[in-house]
Antibody, heavy 122, light 107 residues
């Protein structure tokens, strides 16, 4: 079965960086884009960007441009999202989610990771 | 960026009521519209894709409709397990924007 398993909760100081991982299984790693979505406490869902698992190409929301880097490791079927220069506004639950098939038609995110809580506090 | 506007932001209805949530896109997105259900403390789950295609395993009391800019999620007979926040999302173009969510409660 398809599974996306994320790394554990993180506590960071303002100004630091955080790197969240998302290990995939149950499907062909290179077959689907992976998206990142975050949710601040008590707030809605915010799309951050995607990674093409075949090429490594990325697309980021303008909101995070310059601060976020999304990568993947084909040897471990794992995706990463690194966010730099953290502030308290970055305190949120970060999700990875499987998206459209590469080279296929557009589809929404059908499988989601369990979420990684990132807390930014001094 | 395409803006997604949901209404209402919250609603309270009785068991068995028909519930309707609307979602409006700031520009046409054909039927590249998904609805997600997020129960308290849980991960969002895909409920409807392509504006009206119900995901396998989702109860048939849920339905979606619309195309272009105006979309609707309907629950024909509200059940206690439907208490959740519902989000629309356009996946026509990046950024894949979400609506602000509609919180559904039982009266």
């Amino acid at each position: 079965q398809v599974q996306l398993v994320q790394s554990g909760a993180e506590v960071k100081n303002p100004g630091a960086s955080v790197k969240v991982s998302c290990e995939t299984s149950g499907y062909t790693f290179t077959a689907h884009y992976i998206h990142w979505v975050r949710q601040a406490p008590g707030q809605g869902l915010e799309w951050m960007g995607w990674t093409n698992p075949k090429s490594g190409d990325t697309k980021y929301s303008e909101t995070f441009q310059g601060r976020v880097t999304m990568t993947r490791d084909t040897s471990t079927s794992t995706f990463y999202m690194e966010l730099k220069r953290l502030t308290s506004d970055d305190t949120a639950l970060y999700f990875c989610a499987r998206g459209s098939p590469v080279g296929g038609s557009r589809r929404p995110s059908d499988y989601w990771g369990q979420g990684t809580l990132v807390t930014v506090s001094s | 960026d395409i803006q997604m506007t949901q209404s209402p932001s919250s609603l309270s209805a009785s068991i068995g009521d028909r519930v309707t949530v609307t979602c409006r896109a700031s520009q046409g997105i054909s039927t590249y519209l998904a609805w997600y259900q997020q129960k308290p403390g849980k991960v969002p789950e895909l409920l409807i894709s392509a504006a009206s295609s119900l995901q396998s395993g989702a109860p048939s009391r849920f339905s979606g409709s619309g195309s272009g800019t105006d979309f609707t999620l309907t629950i024909t007979s509200l059940q206690p397990e439907d208490v959740a926040t519902y989000y629309c999302q356009q996946y026509d173009t990046a950024p894949r924007t979400f609506g602000q969510g509609t919180k559904v409660e039982i009266k």
